[in-house]
């Protein structure tokens, strides 16, 4: 089993900055490719990004294309925690925000293939 923690969420200003956290504890934290997900009200839950495990090819990310030049995902695996930078916030960023663990090392942008879930973090975009 594998327990996360979502933190840092909160309300920001268009155009401005959050960054999400997500501690997570239990099993080996470096073997589990990670997920960021959100939902916003009225709609279903939609992938954000993903990070693979380190290889010796190095560590693999994909991002959804509404968040691709703005949003970055990384891990430290010395600190069992997943993170979120959101530069250039939008209105349309407004949701609750996910992080999301599955039982293998390589990505997946389909929620489904994701074994552990976090309660999630609101993030609200407004001026």
């Known amino acids: 089993q594998v327990q996360l923690l979502e933190s840092g969420g909160g309300l920001v200003q268009p155009g401005g900055s959050l960054r999400l956290s997500c501690a997570a504890s239990?099993?080996?934290?470096?073997?589990?490719?990670m997920g960021w997900f959100r939902q916003a009200p009225g709609k279903e839950r939609e992938f954000v990004a993903t990070?693979?495990?380190?290889?010796?090819?190095?560590?693999?990310?994909y991002y959804a294309d509404s968040v691709k030049g703005r949003f970055t995902i990384s891990r430290d695996n010395a600190k069992n925690t997943l993170y979120l930078q959101m530069n250039s916030l939008k209105p349309e960023d407004t949701a609750v925000y996910y992080c999301?663990?599955?039982?293998?090392?390589?990505?997946?942008?389909?929620?489904?293939?994701?074994?552990?879930w976090g309660q999630g973090t609101q993030v609200t975009v407004s001026s």
């Open positions: 999301a663990a599955r039982d293998y090392g390589t990505t997946s942008m389909s929620s489904q293939e994701y074994h552990y």
């Open positions: 239990g099993r080996t934290f470096s073997n589990y490719a």
């Open positions: 990070i693979g495990v380190i290889s010796w090819s190095g560590i693999s990310s």
